[in-house]
């Protein structure tokens, strides 16, 4: 029953900005980091961004520092992902995932425990 649901996605030109929403079904996502990744057909699922449940420190992906906001709200468990500053190369499926660990763990994919449907998010030149 418990599920991350992403919404916000869509089609936008580059230099546009959006915001991406991850629902929490249910109060299991209580206590949880929560993090971003993102994956265009053909690569590999890249670390976006997260936010530790301890004491709400950020990680940005390199290629994203400066442009994406991670933030959540800790009465819903709701998380968002702003999104400024688009390029083409931003285009892919959004994932969110929630994760039971803390600090520099949280750039890395197996340190997650539940994840998104995904949500494509694409950049027009």
């Known amino acids: 029953q418990a599920r991350l649901v992403e919404s916000g996605g869509g089609l936008v030109q580059s230099g546009d900005s959006l915001r991406l929403t991850c629902l929490a079904s249910?109060?299991?996502?209580?206590?949880?980091?929560r993090g971003w990744f993102r994956q265009d057909p053909g690569k590999e699922r890249e670390f976006v961004a997260s936010?530790?449940?301890?004491?709400?420190?950020?990680y940005y992906g390199d290629s994203v520092k400066g442009r994406f906001t991670i933030s959540r709200d800790s009465t819903t468990n709701t998380v968002y992902l702003q999104m400024t500053s688009l390029r083409p190369e931003d285009t892919a499926v959004y994932y969110c995932?929630?994760?039971?660990?803390?600090?520099?763990?949280?750039?890395?994919?197996?340190?997650?425990?539940?994840w998104g449907r995904g949500a494509q998010v694409t950049v027009s030149s």
């Open positions: 936010i530790d449940w301890g004491d709400d420190t950020t």
């Open positions: 995932a929630a994760s039971t660990n803390r600090g520099s763990s949280l750039t890395r994919a197996n340190s997650y425990d539940y």
């Open positions: 249910a109060q299991n996502f209580i206590n949880r980091s």
